[in-house]
């Protein structure tokens, strides 16, 4: 500390005085690097001016060795960060194996699915699934359902389909073995219209 005439009122007199600029103020820390003893160090300092008298100031500065920055450097590097390269394969172990564990219920219900069925169309059991997908598993157990219904449906379709062409082909059938007995013209013209009838109806 250094008073109103450059002298040292306190603290080391190896720290040089500061001549400050016309901006800098009062009761702002500014920043230098200096020596001490031959050391660099890094010195915060600031003006206290006197009130009415801007050019009677008090210096107050207070310097660091770089050697003591760069051990508090090294320590918070030894501190931190090199713990952190034993513990980050530590953690990604860790989180692997809990990855692993929880995906098993998922490749269970994966090998299940596959080995289904084709035509397998049966809801599967939410009991057997993670609390987190059985609402998904349920609403795939609803399209599934909505699936069976609809193929049901296509089934008796073609059911009913089936059993109302097999009446008109039956029929057909005995028409044209009846026109083939037929020697007369007449009969034989006869039948073939009563057979394009059918058709039509059939179509």
Do not use: C
């Not at 050019?55 to 050697?67: A, C, D, F, P």
């Not at 057997?128 to 909505?146: H, K, W």
Request: no cysteine; aromatic share 8%; net charge neutral.
């Amino acid at each position: 500390m250094r008073g109103t005439r450059g002298e040292v009122l306190a603290g080391d007199r190896e720290l040089a005085e500061i001549f400050p600029e016309e901006t800098q103020s009062q009761h702002i820390a500014y920043y230098r690097d200096a020596e001490w003893h031959g050391d660099p160090v890094r010195v915060a300092y600031m003006f206290l001016y006197e009130p009415g008298a801007p050019h009677r100031r008090v210096l107050i500065q207070v310097g660091e060795t770089l050697k003591k920055r760069e051990k508090l450097s090294n320590e918070i590097i030894a501190g931190i960060i090199i713990p952190q390269f034993f513990l980050f394969p530590l953690v990604a172990l860790l989180a692997w194996f809990g990855l692993q564990r929880g995906t098993q219920p998922l490749e269970r219900l994966r090998q299940r699915l596959l080995t289904r069925r084709p035509g397998d169309l049966s809801p599967v059991d939410v009991r057997q699934v993670p609390d987190e997908i059985a609402p998904l598993i349920e609403a795939f157990n609803g399209v599934m359902e909505r699936l069976a219904s609809s193929m049901r449906a296509q089934e008796r379709f073609i059911a009913d389909a089936a059993h109302q062409m097999r009446t008109p082909l039956a029929g057909l059938r005995t028409q044209l073995e009846f026109a083939l007995r037929q020697h007369d013209p007449a009969d034989l013209q006869a039948s073939l219209e009563r057979i394009r009838a059918s058709v039509e109806r059939a179509r």
